[in-house]
Nanobody
Framework: QVQLVEAGGGLVQAGGSLRLSCAASGRTNSRYVMAWFRQAPGKEREFLAAINWTGGSTYYAESMKGRFTISRDNAKSTVYLQMNSLKPEDTAVYSC??????????????????WGQGTQVTVSS
């Protein structure tokens, strides 16, 4: 069992930056693929980015490339999402997820075994 706890959300002005973190505890010795998703009010959850166990391979939703960067520090059992040039439409609850294995593309939510509770990001115009 793995517990995921996100932090770093908050209120930021358009054009600003935030760095989210996702700390894992419990059975963290497994080689999980980690990902970030978000869900805005009235919308479906959206895949943002994923990173493999070593951190050597990353995958982004096309619309996030260039603004968001995913990284991980396995010594701290933590995954990060650096978000730059934020826009009001980035307002959402951001959640991290862990998968023991990915069979297809990392966008598919059903492949993730563990989820955090989410952290609110609000971007004002």
């Amino acid at each position: 069992q793995v517990q995921l706890v996100e932090a770093g959300g908050g209120l930021v002005q358009a054009g600003g930056s935030l760095r989210l973190s996702c700390a894992a505890s419990g059975r963290t010795n497994s080689r999980y693929v980690m990902a970030w998703f978000r869900q805005a009010p009235g919308k479906e959850r959206e895949f943002l980015a994923a990173i493999n166990w070593t951190g050597g391979s990353t995958y982004y939703a096309e619309s996030m490339k260039g603004r968001f960067t995913i990284s991980r520090d396995n010594a701290k059992s933590t995954v990060y999402l650096q978000m730059n040039s934020l826009k009001p439409e980035d307002t959402a609850v951001y959640s991290c997820a862990a998968a023991t294995s990915i069979a297809g593309g990392p966008e598919a939510e059903h492949q993730y075994d563990y989820w955090g509770q989410g952290t609110q990001v609000t971007v004002s115009s």
